[in-house]
C-alpha cells in the first residue's frame, strides 16, 4: 500500500515569508495527489489536485501554488504567507474511482 | 455535483454504550463513500468504504456503516464506545463524474467525545 512522507510536521512562519512544503509518495506509480487544508474547527478543503506530472488543477483562488516535478512528489508553495494561510495542510494520494485515498501526517502552519 | 453533510458537530457518548454518527449525502453517480477518522493532530485513517457492493460495511476497530439509497444516508456505528474512539470523523464523498479525477469531498467534520 502507498505510504506518504510529509514534512516538515510544524512550521511557524512570518507574515510575507515563503512557503514550501514537500511531499513524497511511495508504493506506487502514476498516482492522483492532493493538497487539502483544514482551518481549525473546520472540514478539509481540497486545494490542488494532480494527475501526473505538470499536470496540477486549482480548486480555489488562493495565496498559495502547487508544483509536481517528478511522479510522487508534490510540492505546496507561497511567495508571500498572510495571516489566512494558517492552518493544518494534508497530502494525499490514490482517491481514483471507488478508492480510497491514503494521507499524510500533515503539516500545522502557523502564520504569525 | 456531490455533497455530504454530517447532521451532527459534537456527539458525546458514555463508555461502552453505542455510537452514532449521522452522515447524509447527495450524488448524480452511484456514489462511493467512505468514513476516515483523525485523531488530534495526526493525519486520516480509512474506517471503511463502500463502492456498491455489500450494503453494510464492516471498517475497523468495530465500527460499521449501512448504506441507505432510499434515505441517502451512510450513518457510522459501533455497539461499544472505547475512550480510545474519541476523535474527529468525516464522512466523504468520491467524485464519480467524467473528470475521473477522484477527488474526495469531505463531510465538516463529527467531534466524537467518550466520557468515562
Known amino acids: 500500500s502507498q505510504t506518504i512522507h510529509q514534512w516538515p510536521a510544524t512550521l511557524v512562519q512570518p507574515v510575507g515569508s515563503p512557503l514550501s512544503l514537500e511531499c513524497t509518495v511511495e508504493?506506487?506509480?502514476?498516482?492522483?495527489l492532493y493538497w487539502y487544508r483544514q482551518a481549525a474547527g473546520r472540514g478539509l478543503q481540497l486545494l490542488f489536485y494532480s494527475i501526473g506530472i505538470d499536470q496540477i488543477s486549482s480548486e480555489v483562488p488562493q495565496n498559495l501554488s502547487a508544483s509536481r516535478p517528478q511522479d510522487r512528489q508534490f510540492i505546496l508553495s507561497s511567495k508571500k504567507l498572510l495571516l489566512s494561510d494558517s492552518g493544518f495542510y494534508l497530502c494525499?494520494?490514490?482517491?481514483?474511482?471507488?478508492?480510497?485515498?491514503?494521507f499524510g501526517q500533515g503539516t500545522r502552519l502557523t502564520v504569525v | 455535483a456531490q455533497s455530504v453533510t454530517q447532521l451532527d458537530s459534537h456527539v458525546s457518548v458514555s463508555e461502552g454504550t453505542p455510537v452514532l454518527l449521522r452522515c447524509n449525502y447527495s450524488s448524480s453517480y452511484s456514489p462511493s463513500l467512505f468514513w476516515y477518522v483523525q485523531h488530534p493532530n495526526k493525519g486520516l485513517q480509512l474506517l471503511l468504504k463502500y463502492t456498491s457492493a455489500a450494503t453494510l460495511v464492516k471498517g475497523i476497530n468495530g465500527f460499521e456503516a449501512e448504506f441507505k439509497k432510499s434515505e441517502t444516508s451512510f450513518h457510522l456505528t459501533k455497539p461499544s464506545a472505547h475512550m480510545s474512539d474519541a476523535a474527529e470523523y468525516f464522512c466523504?464523498?468520491?467524485?464519480?463524474?467524467?473528470?475521473?479525477?477522484?477527488?474526495?469531498?469531505f463531510g465538516q467534520g463529527t467531534t466524537l467525545q467518550v466520557k468515562p
Open positions: 466523504v464523498v468520491s467524485d464519480g463524474g467524467s473528470g475521473n479525477t477522484g477527488k474526495l469531498i
Open positions: 508504493g506506487t506509480s502514476n498516482p492522483n
Open positions: 494525499a494520494c490514490g482517491g481514483l474511482i471507488r478508492r480510497e485515498a491514503f
